[in-house]
């Protein structure tokens, strides 16, 4: 957002260059309405990208997990699959981008902020809310902590990523259920939630130095627990555990957050049935060769 802000501040829109129909969500205003506009500000709602512009216009992106955007020379071609849309100015091109074959990133070109209200989900700012204001918002539904962290109607702008790294700082078990909480575990979780968000904020800032950041992706080498099945716990030393559901996994340390048991993978348990392991224990004896 803050490199958004210095690029785009004060810079008029020459030319809007939609590759992907499917990308546009709205057609009143019509996407030409905004060809000529002076950029005013930029802002966000929970995961939504908002770019403020003359005559009350405003564009709205939701990236979704595998779209990007990205600065290019000025009227960059739109040659490949991935890329979808490009915003001209004098100075570059902002090129959104989204990999992978289900294209989910979606685009609305709205008039008036008060049309912004159709995207905000409810979910608590979680650097802004009082200790209040979170721990109602987390327990306002009984839910596993994984999900109430990932709901944006309960908290806003969490995403698969963060959560597992969030969880595992605050020492809790993705499934536990939010209404199972102790009042020390809902401040623990606030807090982590906090120290999180801001470390990965002030570590983006510095790589991306003033340059525009490229190299955007859910996987790092310094998260602890996400994107590292299998890799040791950076705080225990014991292997990265994982469930998969549906599209997405939750990661987790089960000796720092589970007690050292086992979260059971729906897939595997079904496929395993009593012999799936319940423990880090069970798990490395299954690991040992048979005599």
Known sequence: MERLADLLAGQVIEQARLKSAFLLRSFDPPLPAVVGKR???????????????EDDLLLVFHLMIAGRLHWKERGVKLTRKTDLFALDFATGSLLLTEAGTKKRASLHVVRGRAALTQFERGGVEPLESTPK???????????????????????????????????????????????????????RLRLATIDVL?????????????????????FRKEMAVHGKYKKPCPVCGNPVQRIVY??????????????????????????LGEDWPRSLEELEELKRPRE
């Open 198 to 218: 801001k470390e990965w904020v002030a570590r983006l800032r510095a790589e991306a130095a003033g340059g525009f950041p490229e190299k955007v992706t859910a």
């Open 39 to 53: 950029v005013l500000a930029t802002s966000r709602i929970g995961k939504r990208i908002v770019l403020e512009l």
């Open 133 to 187: 204001e979170f721990a109602e918002a987390i327990v306002r539904e009984n839910r596993t902590l994984k999900r109430a962290l990932t709901d944006p109607r309960l908290v806003s702008g969490v995403g698969n990523a963060y959560s597992d790294e969030i969880l595992h700082r605050a020492k809790l078990s993705p499934l536990k259920r939010t209404h199972d909480l102790s009042s020390a575990e809902i401040e």
């Open 246 to 271: 549906a599209e997405n996994e939750a990661n987790y340390c089960a000796q720092c957050q589970t007690g050292g048991r086992l979260l059971a993978d729906r897939a595997l348990s079904r496929l």
